[in-house]
T-cell receptor, first 111, second 113 residues
Framework: EPEVTQTPSHQVTQMGQEVILRCVPI?????FYWYRQILGQKVEFLVS????????KSEIFDDQFSVERPDGSNFTLKIRSTKLEDSAMYFC?????????FGQGTRLTVV | DAKTTQPPSMDCAEGRAANLPCNHS???????VYWYRQIHSQGPQYIIH???NNETNEMASLIITEDRKSSTLILPHATLRDTAVYYC??????????????FGGGTRLMVKP
């Protein structure tokens, strides 16, 4: 099973601040995803990223969000101006042969 | 919205088989059935997937009915560490492509001593 490392494991930020969540797959993959899970709610798809472009995004993924792969290995999710409702677990996932493998998540707390 | 229906919760005795059902009556011909689980607030963990044949791996077995409208995930000898929320998901898969997973509420499996 491919390994996906997410950093930080927990981030606390003030409302209105920018945050960058990072995902580092151990091996090279072409397809990446970000999902989020608000406490007590379902896991929700945010965006998929293929070949350095967004291939799909959900309604949640508005202009406050952006993704990039700045150095060919890290995959980042940026939230430009955080809101209280952005508090959630954020999961990165990579596509294997026919399966998606998830990281352990970043817990984002906006205060 | 998720295209699957699962019971919200189930109990299982430790050491016994856990059989988790899933209905996906509107599944399309090119959609696979996937099972993931989530232990506490950890990242979802891939368990198994199948198209129409039954599948088995080191974690579980997947039984898909002939009409593909339902399936059952079987954990042959449940342990306390199998306590988790189990998600049944139908998903189109294309080789060398990615397709999002749509999570529903899942089944909360409680394995009891």
């Amino acid at each position: 099973e491919p390994e996906v490392t997410q950093t930080p494991s927990h981030q606390v930020t003030q409302m209105g601040q920018e945050v960058i969540l990072r995902c580092v797959p151990i091996s090279n993959h072409l397809y990446f995803y970000w999902y989020r899970q608000i406490l007590g709610q379902k896991v929700e798809f945010l965006v998929s990223f293929y070949n350095n472009e967004i291939s799909e995004k959900s309604e949640i993924f508005d202009d406050q969000f952006s993704v990039e792969r700045p150095d060919g290995s890290n995959f980042t999710l940026k939230i430009r101006s955080t809101k209280l409702e952005d508090s959630a677990m954020y999961f990165c996932a990579i596509e294997g042969v026919l399966e998606a493998f998830f990281g352990q998540g970043t817990r984002l707390t906006v205060v | 919205d998720a295209k699957t229906t699962q019971p919200p919760s189930m109990d299982c005795a430790e050491g016994r088989a856990a059989n988790l059902p899933c209905n996906h009556s509107t599944i399309s011909g090119n959609e696979y059935v996937y099972w993931y689980r989530q232990i506490h607030s950890q990242g979802p963990q891939y368990i198994i997937h199948g198209l129409k044949n039954n599948e088995t791996n080191e974690m579980a077995s997947l039984i898909i009915t002939e009409d593909r409208k339902s399936s059952t995930l079987i954990l042959p000898h449940a342990t306390l560490r199998d306590t988790a929320v189990y998600y049944c998901i139908v998903r189109v898969v294309e080789y060398n492509a990615g397709n999002m997973l749509t999570f529903g509420g899942g089944t909360r499996l409680m394995v009891k001593p």
